[in-house]
């Protein structure tokens, strides 16, 4: 088996376990109980009105569903570790760009350790993608059967 798939495997299960167990934010929840709030409060906060806050939830909601394949697909690396950019990247740009124009100040230290883990598991599962096993050469014997025929004796000259 590739040594990368078995490492994504563990980075996978790192970043099911940052999604939901570890704390998100500086409250102690974690991004599940943070992203299920806003799919059952997602109507509420349609009717407030207020642009930032239903993108941000939008935004919230699609980052988890993104960690939470990217912590199942962990046997694919490549797909563990770009889903996970993906979404920690969303969420993070969402923060930056949608409290900033409101006066809030964003800080990364706002965020709890799953977000940190979340990221360095997503970025080792990217860097475990490529790790292949080495191959050795191996040596392959051929039969070689050389058969000497006598040659006829050239013609006489004439």
């Known amino acids: 088996m590739n040594p990368g798939r078995i490492v994504g495997v563990f980075l996978g299960i ?34 407030i009105g207020e642009p930032g806050l239903i993108v941000m939830a939008y935004v919230i909601i699609v ?12 046997s694919f690396p490549l797909g563990c570790g770009v889903l996970g950019i993906v979404g920690l990247a969303m969420l993070t740009v ?47 014997t051929v039969n070689i059967t050389i058969v000497n025929q006598p040659q006829a004796p050239p013609p006489p000259p004439a």
């Open 14 to 47: 790192v970043i099911l376990i940052a999604v939901f167990i570890l704390s998100f934010g500086t409250r102690g929840e974690t991004f599940f109980e943070s992203a299920r709030w806003n799919m059952e409060n997602l109507e509420e906060i349609r009717e």
């Open 63 to 74: 980052s988890f569903i993104l960690l939470a394949i990217a912590g199942l697909v962990g």
């Open 94 to 140: 969402g923060y930056v760009l949608i409290y900033k124009p409101y006066g809030e100040t964003f800080s990364v230290l706002d965020f709890g350790a799953g977000y940190f883990v979340a990221w360095a598991a997503s970025i080792a599962a990217l860097a475990a993608s490529f790790w292949k096993k080495s191959r050795e050469k191996q040596q392959q």
